[in-house]
């Protein structure tokens, strides 16, 4: 019987539901696919693209949407992310992601013979559904242009401008486990510094658990860290 409270909204731009940082980012950023991705080449071309992808999903405010938390405890977080599978195979990339074609994915929900509660919770609240789904897909996209990065032979090469943006994704809690991950394969002075400032707890700049992260990234690089 929860009532999230989110309003439909309008994009001036036409029936879009995800913004337009989102739905202009280049391909194949924007889908998610990471197998794709990895095969990227490291071009320079390549490397800026990845450098401005993470630098508008960090300082975009229409990525960071105010999500309503679900009631204890939390469950129908499940049937939002199965509702986002939905929309990533009918709609694969943020461009065409339409309330149309949201509309055609809740018609599909309702025809099934048996819906489950939180199911039938989305069906009548898709609203909020697609509203989590603004983070989740700026999560996503930053983890997968680390994970690139971090794949490669030395990544400590990228260290003059991706140690900031993992840094700071780190402590905003976008991609950070594939961030810490890229921070511990560059193995540099600059990345092991940015890994002590956010071991820290339970005080620091990062989540407790992403600092539990940090922490034991640098016990792995043979260093103690500045845990307190």
């Known amino acids: 019987m929860w009532d999230p409270q989110v309003a439909r909204w309008r994009d001036p731009e036409g029936d879009y ?6 739905r202009s980012l280049p ?4 889908e998610c696919d990471r197998s794709r991705i990895a095969e990227l080449p490291r071009t320079d071309e390549r490397l800026a693209e990845a450098r401005r992808v993470v630098t508008v999903l960090l300082e975009d405010p229409e990525l960071a949407p105010r999500v309503p ?3 204890s405890p939390g469950l129908l977080w499940h049937a939002w992310e199965e509702f986002h599978q939905a929309v990533g195979e009918a709609m694969p990339r943020p461009s065409p992601v339409t309330w149309s074609g949201v509309g055609a994915l809740v018609s599909a ?6 819906l489950y509660p939180l199911q ?11 509203l989590a789904m603004i983070p989740s897909l700026r999560d996503d996209i930053t983890d997968s242009v680390f994970r690139w990065l971090t794949l490669d032979p030395a990544p400590g ?3 003059d401008w991706s140690v900031e943006l993992a840094e700071r994704c780190v402590t905003e809690d976008i991609g950070a ?8 394969a560059m193995d540099s002075p600059e990345a092991r510094t940015a890994l002590e400032r956010l071991s820290v707890k339970p005080d620091g700049p990062a989540s407790w658990e992403n600092a539990e992260a940090a922490q034991s990234t640098l016990f792995d690089l ?7």
């Open 120 to 130: 039938r919770h989305v069906v009548r609240h898709v609203e909020a559904a697609m």
């Open 17 to 22: 539901v995800l913004p337009r940082a989102l």
């Open 222 to 228: 043979g260093s103690g860290g500045t845990s307190r």
């Open 157 to 159: 090469r990228f260290a």
């Open 109 to 114: 929900w309702q025809d099934r013979p048996q």
């Open 177 to 184: 486990d594939s961030a810490i991950e890229l921070l511990g």
């Open 27 to 30: 391909q194949p950023w924007d």
């Open 69 to 71: 938390k679900p009631p």
